[in-house]
C-alpha cells in the first residue's frame, strides 16, 4: 500500500476531466529512470542582473537581444555531493516532475535541493502540488521555512517561486565560479 504524502493536496490534482496527477514519495531506485528522463531545459528572454549597494540588493530584469535556452544537469540530482533525503514525484503512470528536499535542524531550514518539470507539464499546477508537498512536509519535521538557490537566469522559476511566495533573501556572484561562467546565485526563501 502506497503511503499517502498530502492531506492539503490529497496526493493528485486534477487538470481536466480525464487528468489526475498523483504527488507520492519519491522511491530512488524505482523513479530514478523516471527523473533522469526529465527535460530540464527552459528558455528565457530575459536574465535578472543583480544589482547591489552597500546594503541593498536588488535584481533588475534586462531584455537578451536573443532567447537563451538553458538545460541543468539532470545527473545532478544522484550526484554523491547531492544531501537530500527526502522526495517527491508527480505520476500519472510515468514521473511528470519532482521535488527532493533536506532538512537542517540546527537553523530550521528546509533547504529545496531540486524542482524539475518535465517541458509538457508546466504551468499546470505540477509545480505548485509539488511545492505544496514540500511545505507540508517542513511544517510536519519543524522547520520555520524553505530555502532555495536558483541561478539569475532561471527568470521562468523565479517569477512561478515569486507567485507561490518565495522572496529573495541574498545572492552570490561567486557561488557558481567556472561552473556556470557569468551566473550569479540567487536564494529565495517562504516563512512556514
Known sequence: MEPQVSST?????????EMTVRVRSLDRVADRRGVEAIDTSFETTS????????????LVERALPQPLTKRYSIAEVFAGW????????????GVRGFATVEYEPWHGRLVLWFLYIAPAWRRRGVGRALLAQVEAHGREVGATHVWLETSNVNVP???????????????????????????TAIYLAKML
Not at 493536496?9 to 476531466?17: F, K, M, T, V
Not at 536574465?47 to 536588488?58: C, G, S
Open 82 to 93: 547531492a544531501r537530500w533525503d527526502t522526495g517527491w514525484v508527480a505520476d500519472d503512470g
Open 47 to 58: 536574465v535578472f542582473d543583480l544589482v547591489t549597494t552597500e546594503h541593498k540588493i536588488e
Open 9 to 17: 493536496w490529497r496526493g493528485s490534482l486534477r487538470y481536466g476531466p
Open 157 to 183: 522559476g523565479l517569477t512561478a517561486y515569486g507567485r507561490l511566495g518565495y522572496a529573495l533573501c541574498g545572492a552570490d556572484r561567486l557561488y557558481y565560479g567556472a561552473y556556470m561562467p557569468g551566473e
